[in-house]
């Protein structure tokens, strides 16, 4: 049974190489510079997470490793690695369903079918929105006078990859200057090092695996509570009868 489960992981690792692959080539066609691949690959890792977080715990951490290791070494290094697979694995905690234990409880099995998708595809928006919001809320910083907080920078995948990528970093590229304010109107400061977005989002998908393998367990334990729970003796109508008080 472990071997089977090894070569079911292995499988699936190597489909995340092949998925990785797909995924630099897509870069490749439609970025020119290090920063920009970094970035295209960082967010088809997260889709691809958020897609495979439908799937059983056992087979997504191999896809999504494979994958990451493929973006990262192709963007810049072991940084970048580690940096889309933990918000990869991040996507995947916060998506993933616990899978019912007893496939005979109907109404749990359709319960877990309805919000398969649901937790995905808010994990997703979340990770999408948090890695983009120089986009979508740099201009609302910018028209209220506000400054960008450090930690939005020091933490942030975005940044992290413009330290750790080679070449001309994203906020000083000429074509970001259409797409956002920061770094131009709206100052901010860049981090020293990825290291600190890396361990936070790191920090934050072990948390969120943690409490997902603690819940699965939990619903093991009372199914197999349920399962070995004796049957209670019924009571016959006539013995009822005669238990009755009579008037």
Same mark, same amino acid.
Request: some cysteine; proline content about 7%.
């Given at each position: 049974?472990?071997? #089977?489960?090894?070569? $079911?992981?292995? *499988? @699936?690792? !190597?489909?995340?190489?092949?998925?990785?692959?797909?995924?630099?080539?897509?870069?490749?066609?439609? $970025? /020119?510079?290090?920063?920009?691949?970094?970035? =295209?690959?960082?967010?088809?890792?997260?889709?691809?997470?958020?897609?495979?977080?439908?799937?059983?715990?056992?087979?997504?951490?191999?896809?999504?490793?494979?994958?990451?290791?493929? +973006?990262?070494?192709?963007?810049?290094?072991?940084?970048?690695?580690?940096?889309?697979?933990?918000?990869?694995?991040?996507?995947v905690? =916060?998506?993933?369903?616990?899978? /019912?234990?007893?496939?005979?409880?109907?109404?749990?099995?359709?319960?877990?079918?309805?919000?398969?998708?649901?937790? %995905? !595809?808010?994990?997703?928006?979340?990770?999408? *929105? @948090?890695?983009?919001?120089? #986009?979508?809320?740099?201009?609302?910083?910018?028209?209220?006078?506000?400054?960008?907080?450090?930690?939005?920078?020091? !933490?942030h995948?975005? !940044?992290?990859?413009?330290?750790? $990528?080679?070449?001309?970093?994203?906020?000083e590229?000429?074509?970001?200057? /259409?797409? $956002?304010? +920061?770094?131009?109107?709206?100052?901010?400061?860049?981090?020293?090092?990825? @290291?600190?977005?890396?361990?936070?989002?790191?920090?934050a998908?072990?948390? *969120?695996?943690?409490?997902?393998?603690?819940?699965?367990?939990?619903?093991?334990?009372?199914?197999?509570?349920?399962?070995?729970r %004796?049957?209670?003796?019924?009571?016959?109508?006539?013995?009822?009868?005669?238990?009755? %008080?009579?008037?």
């Amino acid at each position: 049974m472990k071997r #089977v489960a090894a070569i $079911t992981a292995v *499988g @699936w690792a !190597f489909a995340g190489l092949a998925a990785g692959v797909v995924i630099v080539g897509i870069g490749i066609a439609i $970025t /020119a510079t290090p920063i920009d691949r970094a970035m =295209a690959g960082l967010l088809l890792v997260v889709v691809l997470s958020a897609a495979a977080s439908t799937e059983r715990l056992d087979r997504v951490p191999p896809l999504v490793i494979g994958a990451s290791v493929v +973006v990262g070494l192709a963007s810049g290094g072991w940084s970048i690695v580690l940096l889309v697979l933990s918000c990869g694995i991040l996507v995947v905690a =916060a998506g993933l369903q616990p899978a /019912a234990t007893d496939s005979s409880k109907v109404d749990v099995a359709r319960a877990d079918r309805d919000t398969s998708l649901l937790l %995905p !595809f808010l994990a997703l928006v979340a990770m999408v *929105g @948090w890695i983009l919001w120089p #986009v979508w809320l740099g201009d609302v910083l910018l028209a209220s006078g506000s400054q960008v907080p450090t930690w939005m920078t020091r !933490f942030h995948p975005l !940044f992290a990859l413009d330290v750790a $990528t080679p070449g001309v970093p994203w906020v000083e590229q000429a074509h970001v200057y /259409a797409a $956002t304010p +920061v770094g131009a109107d709206l100052a901010i400061v860049l981090p020293d090092s990825p @290291w600190p977005a890396i361990t936070l989002h790191a920090a934050a998908a072990a948390a *969120g695996l943690g409490l997902r393998l603690t819940i699965s367990r939990v619903r093991r334990v009372r199914q197999s509570s349920y399962r070995t729970r %004796p049957d209670e003796p019924q009571e016959s109508p006539r013995a009822a009868d005669a238990a009755a %008080p009579s008037s």
